[in-house]
């Protein structure tokens, strides 16, 4: 993954999956982890879980946040993930 840094921050700009590969979890939590810092948390985790319908569930506290995503997405662009 690449940054690109513009005026209103860091952008994403995929090309983890050119190929089709599937997203690690660890690959997921480094997305975001990199919007979630922006938003004010230090400890974010994202993991991939199949679930029925396409959809993200989530849990927060003050300092930190968990994701669990849709299996649905572990194809998706970075750019996407990061979205």
């Known amino acids: 993954m ?3 840094k513009t005026a209103e921050g860091d ?3 995929a ?22 810092a922006r938003h004010g948390y230090e400890d974010v985790g994202a993991e991939f879980a199949a679930l029925e319908d396409f959809k993200v569930r ?8 968990r994701f669990t995503v849709s299996d649905y997405l572990d194809r998706a662009p970075d750019d996407v993930l990061g979205g």
């Open 2 to 4: 690449r940054n690109r």
């Open 11 to 13: 952008v994403f700009i």
């Open 15 to 36: 090309t983890f999956n050119e190929k089709n590969r599937t997203v690690s979890d660890d690959h997921l939590t480094m997305i975001f982890a990199a919007v979630g």
């Open 58 to 65: 989530w849990q927060r506290s003050y300092n930190w946040i």
